[in-house]
C-alpha cells in the first residue's frame, strides 16, 4: 500500500490525467479566485437513475441546497410574505421531488465527492422533443434557442418549467428600424425564463464578472433580472440518445 507525507500533498508536482481509477487532481485549498497553496485531493462523481433517488438520498441533496443555495433578494417579500429578505433559501425533500424527479425512469442524479465529502449535484430530466447535434456555451447558437426553446419547454415533464415566460431581446417582435416593441426588451436581457424565483443574484453575477474580466468569456446571455433565471439550449452531439 503506497502512503504519501504531507509534503508531498502540498508538492505542486504535476498529477496524472483525472480518471474514476485515479481519483486524484490538484485543487486550491485557499481562495479559488488567487490561488496561492495546491493540494492533491480526491474526486469522485457518481450517478443514479429512478428508484436509486430514495427519500434518504433526496435529504442529503436537501441539506446541501438549504445550507448553500442562496438567500432571498429584496423583491421576494413582495410577492410572498412568508419569506425575508436575506434569509436562506430552503426546500424539502417532498418540494426537491415534486421539481426535479417528476418521473423516476426519465431522471439522473449526479452527486460530487471531494476527499469523500458531498459537495455539489445536478438533476438532468429527459423528455421528447427531437435529437440534435452538439455544441456549447462558448459559441451558442441563439438562433436555435429562439426557434425552439419554447417547444422544449413547453414540452417538458416538470411543472414549473412549462408555466415559465421567456424574456429577452432574442425573443422580442421588433419593428422595421429595428427597436423593440415591448420597452421591456431594452433592459439589457437576451436569453432568459422569467420564473419568479426572487433569490439574491450578487454572488453568481460576481462569478460572471470574473469569467468575463479575466477569463475573457463573452457571455450570451445578456443581463439577469429579479425574479429570472437565464436559460441556455444546447444540440445533442450523440444522435444516438
Known sequence: MNTTSSSDLLCPRPLPPYTPQNPFRLESISNPWSVREWKAVKCATTSITGPEITDAVLLECVGLFNDHFGV??????????????????????????????????????????????????????????????????????????????????HGSSIAYLRSTKLH????????????????????????????????????????????ETHRKIQWPLGDLLEGSEFVLLVENMDRAV
Not at 432568459?192 to 460576481?206: D, I, N, R, S, Y
Open 72 to 153: 432571498w433578494s429584496e423583491v421576494a417579500e413582495q410577492f410572498d410574505r412568508r419569506v425575508r429578505t436575506g434569509s436562506p433559501i430552503r426546500i424539502t425533500v417532498n418540494a426537491l421531488r415534486r421539481q426535479c424527479v417528476p418521473c423516476e425512469e426519465a431522471c439522473t442524479l449526479v452527486r460530487h465527492h471531494i476527499d469523500d465529502k458531498f459537495v455539489g449535484y445536478a438533476f438532468a430530466t429527459r423528455w421528447t422533443y427531437r435529437k440534435m447535434k452538439g455544441t456549447s456555451i462558448s459559441n451558442a447558437n441563439l438562433d436555435f434557442i429562439r426557434k425552439h426553446i419554447s417547444q422544449v419547454l
Open 168 to 211: 429577452g431581446s432574442l425573443f422580442a417582435a421588433s419593428n422595421t428600424s429595428g427597436e423593440y416593441e415591448d420597452e421591456d426588451e431594452n433592459d439589457g436581457t437576451i436569453c432568459c425564463v422569467e420564473t419568479e424565483f426572487f433569490m439574491e443574484h450578487e454572488e453568481a453575477l460576481q462569478a460572471l464578472d470574473y469569467l
